[in-house]
């Protein structure tokens, strides 16, 4: 299925974001007000992503993307580090075989070299598993960068084309780690923070952004119902007047 470009045609607006986007962010201050160490908000954290999953199923969301690990985490400490490629491994044990009976694909994109041979065969295992589940395609960023992503799209796209210089938008976004997505209608970030922090770049160049300052693991459904209302309150111009959008 190809999806139509935000800046090259001027795609569908759904009333139920097709593709909603998470940064999961504050899941160590969460866990710091409770005089609990940060890891503590990473386990919550992963409950939270189960919560979300299963409502944006209900809700009938096609994609869901969650930011999980950035290519700038590894600036963390190395114990917070280790705690969250564990809490990886076993988010994966736990819940593979559930999504699978949910009809929900998996994914994983980011540079996934950096990672343990063990946690890439299990990656692989899980996307084999669900490849051709449809109800939801859930999303997960991991030693992912949107200029990582903009950087190996453009160097498979040169390579796909020898000898040329002059390149068109339509000749790199194949290449991107999500072409199988149309772009995010709708991007939330919890935690109070109001930045991209390198997530995705290309992609978010006609999502409606959404802030809160609710710590990721105090993220429920009705927060989630809440961002989508407030979806559902903006007129998405893509370049236009708001005139022509009433013709
Ligand atoms: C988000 O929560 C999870 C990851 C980045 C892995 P944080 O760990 O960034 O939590 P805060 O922002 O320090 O509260
Ligand atoms: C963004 O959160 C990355 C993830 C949620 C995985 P960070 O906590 O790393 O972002 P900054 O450092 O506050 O921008
Ligand atoms: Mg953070």
Redesign the pocket.
Known sequence: MRYTSSTTAVPDVPNVPRHVAI???GNGRWATKRFLPRVAGHVKGVEAVRTVVEACALRGVEYLTV????S??WRRPEEEVSLLMRLFVTALEREVAKMHANNIRLKVVGDLTRFDQKLQDMIAAAERKTANNTRLTVTV?ANYGGRWDIMQAIGKMVAAHPGATDFSEEQLAPHLAMAYAPEPDLFIRT?G?E?I?N?LLWQLAYTELYFTDTYWPDFTAEKLDEAIASYQHRERRFGRTGEQLKK
């Not at 930011?67 to 950035?70: E, L, P, T, V």
């Open positions: 940064i999961m962010d930011f999980a690990f950035s700038e985490n960023c935690g923070e930045r922090s997530f």
